[in-house]
């Protein structure tokens, strides 16, 4: 029924169906590791233990594939646990991942450190241009790992022409939906076989949980993934579901304020005499702003800024707000500032994946737009315009 309706009225009631019991408006927390069976085999509803099923978990689950227009969601304890539960269930020793040559840290470390000495090999290069695409699908490739926007440059990756390319080639295209979530892009629809998610950030929405999704549009390939999160045992818990399925029902409000909120942001440090480059994809010239234009309906909370001052700079600023709060991660309600370098990329230094030293990362929350402003504004007084300045 919920598949007929808008997406907003999805994220409110998809898998969201009152208590059958007892008629509660909100679907209760199923806080249970297991079920009483009525004789030896005999499940209620076919629950069993807390590891095969949750209610809770699966009207989370249910949530996701709708929003996504997947036949399946299934949930993990974190994004990395959702990408691991999806990589084993396809790669195999001799498998070739290309992925993007700026993808999410955590997803390049999982390849390298865990699936890489297992045999799988894996080459990074840029998504954003076609030729190096062309290139690297010359040998054979068993999966594309696409991100985008990226996490911290802002790249934009076309996500059909991508997909086109690699299932000529006989690839299955996963997409990282992370930070445009599908409030603002829906990869299924253009052409990707997978999305997963770190639902710790926008999907949840209030930095009050861990938690990751695979969503699916094969059911053979959904069954696989299942029984993965079943037979490794990384599963969400009931009450992370439960909040993660309440932060949900608000996602297209807050992905609209997080979405006006960054865009004026961005619009005001291109201006400032201290930031040499904003990267944020929703400004007109920036690279990718066009596609982006065509396959998000708005251009999401996260951008990046470069400093004059270079690595002093960023790193001042990072430490001299007082509204956006220091800290990894992102997609709350409340904005956070980052210094990737040595943060959420540290892990990558010295590797293709390295970040620029003056760089400074904002996931723009959606408290009043003005103040976010002054704080910036104040901020990088303090820095000092385009000199490293010591504050104290
Ligand atoms: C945070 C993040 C992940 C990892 O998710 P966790 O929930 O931290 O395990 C993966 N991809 C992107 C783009 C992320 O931002």
């Keep these: 029924m919920e598949d007929q309706h808008r ?61 996504e227009g997947g036949v399946d969601a299934v949930a993990f304890a974190s994004g990395l646990a959702a990408e691991d539960g999806l990589l084993r269930a396809v790669l195999k020793p001799g498998d070739r991942v290309v992925l993007g040559n700026d993808a999410y840290g955590g997803t390049y470390r999982l390849l390298k450190r865990i699936h890489e000495p297992a045999g799988v090999e894996l080459d990074a290069v840029d998504l954003s241009d076609p030729d190096e695409v062309e290139r690297a699908f010359a040998r054979p490739v068993r999966l594309l790992w696409v991100e985008t926007p990226t996490n911290p440059l802002m790249r934009i990756v076309d996500i059909a022409a991508v997909a086109a390319v690699a299932h000529d080639h006989g690839a299955l295209v996963v997409v990282d939906n992370t930070f445009a979530s599908p409030a603002l892009q829906q990869p299924l629809a253009q052409g990707a076989d997978v999305v997963v998610h770190s639902a710790t950030k926008y999907l949840g929405g209030h930095s009050d949980l861990l938690a990751g999704v695979v969503v699916l549009r094969e059911p053979e390939l959904a069954e696989r993934v299942r029984f993965l999160q079943f037979a490794a045992g990384a599963v969400l818990a009931p009450f992370e579901a439960w909040l993660l399925t309440r932060g949900i029902k608000t996602l297209p409000l807050r992905m609209r304020q997080h979405s006006e909120n960054a865009a004026a942001i961005a619009r005001t440090l291109a201006e400032h005499p201290a930031v040499t480059q904003v990267h944020y994809p929703g400004l007109p010239g920036s690279p990718g702003h066009d596609v982006a234009a ?92 385009g000199r490293p300045v010591a504050i104290g």
């Design 7 to 67: 997406f907003a009225t999805r994220a409110v009631h998809a898998g969201q169906a009152p208590d059958a019991t007892t008629g509660a408006i909100t679907p209760p927390i199923f806080q249970t590791s297991t079920f009483v069976q009525d004789g030896i085999g005999g499940l209620r509803n076919g629950f069993e233990y807390g590891r095969s099923g949750n209610p809770t978990r699966i009207a989370l689950e249910e949530q996701v594939a709708a929003l």
């Design 294 to 385: 065509r396959q998000m309906s708005a251009f999401g909370g996260m951008l990046s800024v470069r400093l004059a001052g270079g690595e002093a700079a960023a790193r001042a600023l990072a430490e001299s707000t007082r509204v956006f709060a220091l800290a990894e991660s992102l997609g709350g309600v409340e904005s956070l500032i980052g210094y990737p370098s040595a943060m959420t990329h540290a892990s990558v230094r010295g590797t293709p994946l390295a970040v620029p030293e003056d760089l400074v990362r904002l996931s723009v929350g959606i408290e009043d737009v003005a103040d976010l402003q002054q704080d910036l504004a104040d901020a990088l007084a303090r820095v000092g315009a």
